[in-house]
């Protein structure tokens, strides 16, 4: 079932008790980002307000006791997306998010698939789908799925990646 608008915002914010989200690409082209991210590439700075939307939801999830995270999985070097997307998780984690790092740059990959997706509750299987340059072309419930797999691939890849945190301290001199 594809998800979109209202559908996508019902699902995600049903989930019990875990969302997971599994990034794979480089960059996304996202429209809502766009003149944040240019901002960021003339600035190189990023302010995102405490009442911005997403950290709102985070920060809710958190209090109400539900866990969030993500694993980006990339190599370097960073792509100017990802400098960013290091700036906005900077803001995602201070809010409750739990962002991890697995950088394949000098290992293998462990066995990850280089296909995007949410798993809510261990259950539920998000596909996201993108275009070659990272614009979405949508989101789809996988309901006929075995949620096995993809609870095996969120393991491993928390079993690799570092906190955000950590990783961004190795970047810096």
Partial sequence: MRLDGDAWRTLFDSFETSAFRLETLPAYDVASEREEYETFLKTGQLVIPPEDPWLTRVRHFRA????????????????????????????????????RILDLTD?????????????????????????????????????????????????????????????RATLEP
Avoid: C
């Avoid at 370097?76 to 906005?88: H, I, K, T």
């Avoid at 462990?110 to 340059?133: A, I, K, T």
């Fill in 107 to 167: 290992q293998p990959n462990p066995g990850l698939p280089s296909q995007d997706f949410w798993l809510f509750d261990e259950r539920q299987v998000v596909r996201m789908d993108y275009d070659e340059s990272g614009v979405q072309l949508g989101r789809e419930l996988l309901e006929a799925v075995d949620p096995a797999p993809y609870v095996a691939w969120k393991q491993l890849a928390l079993t690799y990646a570092v906190p955000f945190a950590k990783y």
């Fill in 64 to 99: 109400i006791g539900r866990t969030i995270g993500r694993v980006h999985v990339l190599t370097r070097p960073l792509s100017d997306y990802l400098r960013y997307e290091f700036a906005v998780y900077a803001y995602t984690t201070a809010a409750g998010e739990d962002v």
